[in-house]
């Protein structure tokens, strides 16, 4: 047996090579069709594909909480993962024990203000030719009132759907935040061995840039929810803590979440005389200039390298492409595009490569 091994080497070395690359070359072909039905399977499943991404900005968030213990107290990484988690559980506890209440007192307030408030700003429109005329326009569409009564299925079922995906995200994202290196050696292995060191290093600028951006997301979100509360509290607006909260999410989509924040505010301030309007235009408006003239320069601009144009047609990009579910995401996409065309477009095609000083920025 050992002579017939060592008879039959040659012809297996021989063997295999060229009806490999005869396969190689009959498969050739074949490698477009594979990618083109990838490309359908992603477009189909993009929802999915979203939703995973999602995951990856929890284990990404848990990631830069546990960080500083890591570095700084020398914990191991899995204790200080569950630190944090722990951390966010507690500060979410302490935060429905001491606002929960309110806040739902609050929102149940909300929620029987803004039809009110839409009552009585039809009713200050129809005294005017302008606002008669833009009620018959609205009319044209269908009853507000019926609009409303068949919309509110549909809003359920979407509240209902998003909890489930956030779950499901959530859970996902903690399996990610445990076993990183796990789910990153399998993509990776889709790579040609020869590229896989430069795709983990594009991986790992990609994860930098994002935890530079949740975190000054973060403060940002803090600040604008804090300061909207307190101004509209002082400014008399009711519901001030809901509005407030709404003001905070409203910063997660540049641009259109804080005009979208800005609205139920207008309208049940509305509802509460001119003056209580007036003052709650100057709270949203001075809010809505601190973040843009104080905050993003000095907080997001120091962490992420996106300019805030290209921040806006990634906005209304995504929103074409894939719905309310890709404006959700909008940003954190286009950070992404930004770190591969730029690692693997700009410094691998072009060859232009930064210089060690802006390597060090």
């Not at 700003?121 to 302008?130: I, V, W």
């Not at 309208?267 to 001075?286: D, E, F, K, Q, R």
Request: contains cysteine; positive net charge; hydrophobic residues 55%.
């Amino acid at each position: 047996m050992p002579g017939l091994a060592v008879a039959l080497a040659p012809a297996l070395r021989r063997g295999p090579g060229p009806r490999r690359v005869s396969a190689e070359g009959r498969l050739r072909p074949w490698r477009w069709a594979w990618l083109a039905i990838g490309l359908v399977l992603a477009w189909r499943l993009a929802d999915v594909l979203l939703m995973a991404f999602g995951a990856v900005l929890v284990a990404i968030l848990l990631d830069a909480l546990s960080r500083p213990l890591v570095q700084r107290l020398h914990i191991p990484r899995k204790i200080a993962l569950s630190l944090s988690i722990c951390f966010l559980a507690a500060a979410a506890a302490a935060a429905l024990w001491l606002f929960g209440s309110q806040a739902t007192v609050q929102a149940a307030a909300l929620g029987d203000l803004l039809p009110r408030a839409w009552e009585a700003l039809r009713r200050d429109l129809s005294t005017s030719t302008a606002g008669a005329f833009l009620l018959r326009d609205l009319e044209t569409l269908g009853h507000v009132d019926g609009l409303v009564v068949g919309a509110l299925p549909k809003v359920f079922g979407a509240v209902a759907e998003s909890g489930v995906g956030a779950v499901i995200v959530m859970f996902a994202g903690l399996y990610l935040a445990f076993h990183p290196a796990t789910y990153l050696s399998g993509a990776l292995r889709l790579v040609p061995p020869t590229s896989r060191p430069r795709a983990a290093a594009v991986v790992r600028h990609c994860g930098e840039a994002l935890n530079r951006w949740l975190v000054g997301q973060m403060i940002s979100m803090i600040v604008v929810g804090a300061s909207v509360g307190l101004g509209l509290w002082a400014a008399g607006t009711p519901s001030p803590l809901a509005l407030g909260v709404l003001a905070g999410l409203g910063q997660f989509v540049p641009v259109v979440g804080p005009m979208a924040a800005t609205l139920p505010g207008l309208l049940v301030a509305s509802g509460a005389g001119p003056n209580t309007l007036i003052w709650t235009a100057i709270v949203y408006l001075c809010a809505s200039q601190a973040e843009a003239n104080v905050l993003t320069p000095l907080v997001l601009r120091q962490m992420v390298e996106l300019p805030m144009a290209l921040t806006l047609f990634a906005v209304l990009a995504m929103g074409v492409l894939l719905g309310p579910l890709g404006v959700f995401f909008a940003t954190p996409l286009a950070i992404v595009a930004h770190v591969l065309v730029r690692r693997l477009y700009v410094e691998d095609v072009l060859g232009d490569r930064p210089s060690a000083q802006e390597g060090m920025s």
